[in-house]
């Protein structure tokens, strides 16, 4: 650094200058940069505290207002559907054994109530950090302890092979052109959506469901995860159960090939 002669202050560097503006560019800069995060978080939060799971709710309550939706208008629905069925008989002409031949019909696709003694199954989770209650088995993975898609369709299997005449799971009837899907952690049936403890629900001979139920292998390998992590298994019978007739669209659709222009 220079000085000169008489004892004036010093001049600064060229060097010295030029690090003081690049210091002044350089404290700028951040301040404009987090200016700029700042307005970015603002504008995408729109209000919303975005480090929490606000929005979660909001979405499971959309899809239980929905789900309720749908339980109404399937009521609207059955009651619709049972003007119909009287009207028609008024109307149609019918001999007795005809009719007896309709109403057969309508039992066997399902639609009409059903009662007698039944079976229930009931399946659940299990609890979130369970650890393995036998020795020697491995920690489980996440997917060790919820209820999959196969695991209900084993149970719903094993009891139409035990013989069942109906089946009711959670609180729809099931015909033949039920799916039982999972999404994720939850159930889709016929339009509705379930969370677990699912019960399935079948009427017909109690002591060969209960054999069906034994035989399937599936089942035993889904006792295994039971019995190794605690997922739920609960199996009990009733004297007397009546499932509701199915209240759904009984129309099929199906996939349709696009028509090229």
């Given at each position: 650094?220079?000085?000169?002669?008489?004892?004036?202050?010093?001049?600064?560097?060229?060097?010295?200058?030029?690090?003081?503006?690049?210091?002044?560019?350089?404290?700028?800069?951040?301040?404009?940069?987090?200016?700029?995060?700042?307005?970015?978080?603002?504008?995408?939060?729109?209000?919303?505290?975005?480090?929490?799971?606000?929005?979660?709710?909001?979405?499971?309550?959309?899809?239980?207002?929905?789900?309720?939706?749908?339980?109404?208008?399937?009521?609207?629905?059955?009651?619709?559907?049972?003007?119909?069925?009287?009207?028609?008989?008024?109307?149609?002409?019918?001999?007795?054994?005809?009719?007896?031949?309709?109403?057969?019909?309508?039992?066997?696709?399902?639609?009409?109530?059903?009662?007698?003694?039944?079976?229930?199954?009931?399946?659940?989770?299990?609890?979130?950090?369970?650890?393995?209650?036998?020795?020697?088995?491995?920690?489980?993975?996440?997917?060790?302890?919820?209820?999959?898609?196969?695991?209900?369709?084993?149970?719903?299997?094993?009891?139409?092979?035990?013989?069942?005449?109906?089946?009711?799971?959670?609180?729809?009837?099931?015909?033949?052109?039920?799916?039982?899907?999972?999404?994720?952690?939850?159930?889709?049936?016929?339009?509705?959506?379930?969370?677990p403890p699912y019960r399935i629900t079948a009427v017909g001979d109690q002591a060969k469901l209960r054999q069906a139920l034994n035989d399937s292998p599936a089942i035993q390998n889904y006792l295994q995860y039971v019995t190794?992590?605690?997922?739920?298994?609960?199996?009990?019978?009733?004297?007397?159960?009546?499932?509701?007739?199915?209240?759904?669209?009984?129309?099929?659709?199906?996939?349709?090939?696009?028509?090229?222009?």
């Amino acid at each position: 650094m220079a000085t000169d002669s008489g004892g004036s202050a010093p001049t600064p560097s060229p060097r010295a200058v030029s690090r003081t503006v690049a210091l002044r560019v350089l404290s700028a800069g951040v301040f404009a940069l987090a200016g700029l995060i700042f307005w970015m978080s603002f504008d995408t939060a729109k209000g919303v505290d975005i480090r929490s799971d606000d929005p979660l709710p909001k979405l499971s309550d959309t899809i239980r207002t929905k789900n309720t939706r749908n339980g109404q208008l399937e009521n609207q629905l059955t009651g619709v559907r049972d003007d119909v069925d009287r009207l028609t008989r008024q109307g149609s002409g019918l001999s007795a054994a005809e009719q007896a031949r309709v109403d057969a019909l309508n039992r066997a696709a399902g639609t009409d109530p059903l009662t007698g003694p039944s079976i229930e199954v009931t399946l659940n989770d299990a609890p979130p950090n369970a650890t393995p209650l036998v020795p020697g088995v491995p920690d489980p993975q996440p997917n060790d302890l919820v209820i999959h898609q196969q695991d209900l369709q084993a149970v719903v299997n094993a009891l139409w092979q035990g013989g069942a005449q109906g089946i009711r799971v959670m609180d729809q009837r099931l015909i033949s052109t039920s799916a039982v899907r999972c999404v994720g952690n939850t159930l889709i049936l016929q339009g509705r959506v379930y969370s677990p403890p699912y019960r399935i629900t079948a009427v017909g001979d109690q002591a060969k469901l209960r054999q069906a139920l034994n035989d399937s292998p599936a089942i035993q390998n889904y006792l295994q995860y039971v019995t190794a992590y605690g997922l739920g298994w609960k199996v009990a019978a009733a004297k007397k159960t009546t499932l509701p007739g199915y209240t759904g669209s009984t129309a099929l659709t199906y996939a349709q090939p696009v028509s090229r222009p």
